[in-house]
Structures are given as structure tokens and as C-alpha cells.
């Protein structure tokens, strides 16, 4: 895999992440970091914000290498690891008060004999 697959493939991920469990709406990893900075776990936007810089080089300046493949995994990951447990994002909060309304509606309306 190059330094270009790489970084990309990375990128794609986490901006995933980003656009799913903390709701960010935007054109990239930077954009999408700011969307969502105030809901981002801890030391994560610093991290978030480098992968987006590496993305941006590879793809732009002639003949940029990662300095080491290995480092910009090894921080992917934590990143992914982080957005991943960090709870369940904003929306999914809102998901999962929606579903249980419908829920506790849907008994009470039962126990009345509405069904």
C-alpha cells in the first residue's frame, strides 16, 4: 500500500466517524473536525487535525513522504479507538431518547387498551 492508499484510506475512516456518531457535516477531515470540535473525546482534534495535514500534502505536494508509515497508523488508530468509544455521539443520544419515547408510549397506550 503507498503513503497516498494509506493516508487516505485512513482519512475516509475517521471522517466516517465523524460524520456518524458525532454528526459533523462538511468537505473533509479539517471541516468536519471543526464541525464537531465541542463534542470531540479529549486530545483527539490535535491528532484529527494532523491526519487531515498529511492527507493534504500527500496528495498535493510532489514527491511528500510520510516521515514514518508506522507512527501515522499507530496515531489512525488511537484516533478511530477514541471517536469509536467515546459514548455514542450526539445523535445516537438523540436516537436512542427517541426510540425509548416511542417505546414507553407504545406501553402506556397498550395498558390503556388503545391497541
Given at each position: 500500500m503507498s503513503d497516498i492508499e494509506l493516508v487516505i484510506t485512513w482519512s475516509r475512516r475517521l471522517e466516517k466517524l465523524l460524520a456518524t456518531r458525532y454528526g459533523a457535516r462538511g468537505k473533509g477531515l479539517h471541516a468536519l473536525t471543526t464541525a464537531a470540535r465541542h463534542r470531540l473525546?479529549?486530545?483527539?482534534?490535535p491528532g484529527l487535525r494532523w491526519i487531515a495535514t498529511m492527507r493534504n500534502k500527500v496528495l498535493h505536494d510532489d514527491g511528500f513522504r510520510l516521515g514514518s508509515?508506522?507512527?501515522?497508523?499507530?496515531?489512525?488508530?488511537?484516533?478511530?479507538?477514541?471517536?469509536?468509544?467515546?459514548?455514542?455521539?450526539?445523535?445516537?443520544?438523540?436516537?436512542?431518547?427517541v426510540v425509548l419515547g416511542l417505546f414507553l408510549a407504545g406501553i402506556w397506550g397498550f395498558s390503556r387498551g388503545f391497541y
Open positions: 473525546p479529549p486530545n483527539t482534534e508509515r508506522r507512527d501515522f497508523a499507530k496515531e489512525s488508530r488511537r484516533l478511530q479507538r477514541a471517536l469509536g468509544s467515546a459514548g455514542t455521539g450526539l445523535l445516537a443520544k438523540a436516537r436512542a431518547v
